[in-house]
């Protein structure tokens, strides 16, 4: 099934895994959810991840989940998507969203490549915010 919001689609396949706790999701890679992973892997959000090739060429991402061994919740509380293909939403360096008052992070896809709201801040740069992260 071809999805019109890859980025949503990889969102929500996260989400239900961790609404259902699982350890591991697979989901359909793309350059831009290889960057997207990334980012929340540095940033603490998941335990790890690992591109795997399949037979149609597109590839896809394993991501471990991370969860907090005495309660058991989940690194990340919500993912929320900001820009959708039917509104984008871009911002300039200077008017960077604040993510629960600085707790939480914007993955913003800019010119430097997919980057948090923080790093862009640092480095001057504004682009694309694609999700909230908390």
């Known amino acids: ?18 609404k259902a706790r699982h350890r591991v999701v697979e989901v ?13 892997f540095d940033k603490g959000y998941i335990l790890n991840y690992k591109f795997e090739d399949t037979s149609n060429k597109q590839g896809n991402i394993k991501i471990a989940l991370k969860y907090n061994p005495d ?3 989940s690194a990340i509380t919500k993912l929320q ?12 360096a200077d008017e960077l969203p604040k993510v629960l008052n600085g ?3 914007a993955i913003l896809s800019t010119s430097r490549g997919v980057i ?8 001057n740069v504004g682009g694309e915010v694609l999700c909230f992260i908390y």
């Open 116 to 123: 948090t709201d923080k790093e862009a801040k640092a480095m």
């Open 81 to 92: 998507r900001v820009s959708s293909p039917g509104l984008r939403q871009y911002r300039p």
């Open 103 to 105: 707790l939480g992070i």
């Open 71 to 73: 309660t058991k919740e």
């Open 28 to 40: 359909p890679a793309s350059n831009l959810k290889k960057e997207v992973t990334k980012v929340l």
């Open 1 to 18: 099934m071809k999805t019109t919001d890859p980025i949503a689609d990889y969102l929500t396949r996260l989400r239900n895994a961790i």
